[in-house]
């Protein structure tokens, strides 16, 4: 189970001056390309669920499913299984979605072909976005700074994942507000966002 805290800014603005609050906690940017798969008939998606392959700085990739998410008052919970994955063919099955169902040693697609039933019916390739992160360590926890890059708009997000969301929530917040961010509770996932091909409203 991943649980999170989700706090969404409202603009670029406010994203670069938090950006420029935490630089001194910086540790390092990721620079990622997220791309989604279902199987024709929607197996996936129809039960609340995605595969994604993400790429990152050009050389790391992940394959991972996600799955029941729960997003209220800020705070996502959802069953998350992901491992590391080989970039090269990562690409290849942007192209012929098909290659995912070829890659028997892996766990997640044994998993959704069981679960799901995916590739009966064949699969897809749905798109995705890019996610400029940088990642700081702060007060003991790590916080991930999204720029999210959609070919219909950018959106801005914070992100920290924990053990214990609601003091951890009060913390950030407390932060926030002291310094004068603008933010509100993340109601649903970016890929959700990339679904409705609509960004939020604030």
């Known amino acids: 189970m991943e649980v999170e805290i989700k706090l969404r800014l409202p603009d670029s603005a406010t994203h670069q001056k938090l950006s420029n609050l935490l630089a001194p906690f910086h540790t390092k940017t990721l620079i990622q390309e997220n791309i989604f798969f279902d199987g024709t008939n929607k197996e996936l998606t129809s039960n609340l669920a995605v595969l994604r392959i993400r790429f990152y700085n050009l050389e790391g990739c992940i394959l991972s499913l996600k799955a029941k998410p729960v997003i209220s008052a800020g705070i996502s919970r959802m069953e998350e299984h992901e491992e590391p994955f080989d970039p090269a063919l990562g690409r290849a099955c942007i192209a012929e979605p098909w290659r995912l ?9 044994k998993r959704v072909r069981d679960e799901y039933g995916l590739g009966e019916n064949g699969v897809v390739c749905l798109g995705g976005f890019r996610n400029v992160r940088a990642v700081h360590e702060w007060e003991g926890l790590k916080l991930e700074l999204d720029e999210t890059n959609y070919d219909f708009g950018t959106s801005y997000e914070l992100e920290c994942e924990s053990a214990d969301p609601e003091s951890h929530k009060k913390l950030l917040e407390e932060f926030l507000q002291e310094n004068g961010i603008s933010y509100s509770y993340s109601k649903v996932s970016k890929f959700a966002f990339f679904q409705s091909r609509k960004l939020p409203e604030f």
């Not at 169902?101 to 697609?109: A, G």
């Open 101 to 109: 169902l070829s890659v028997d040693s892996s766990t997640v697609i």
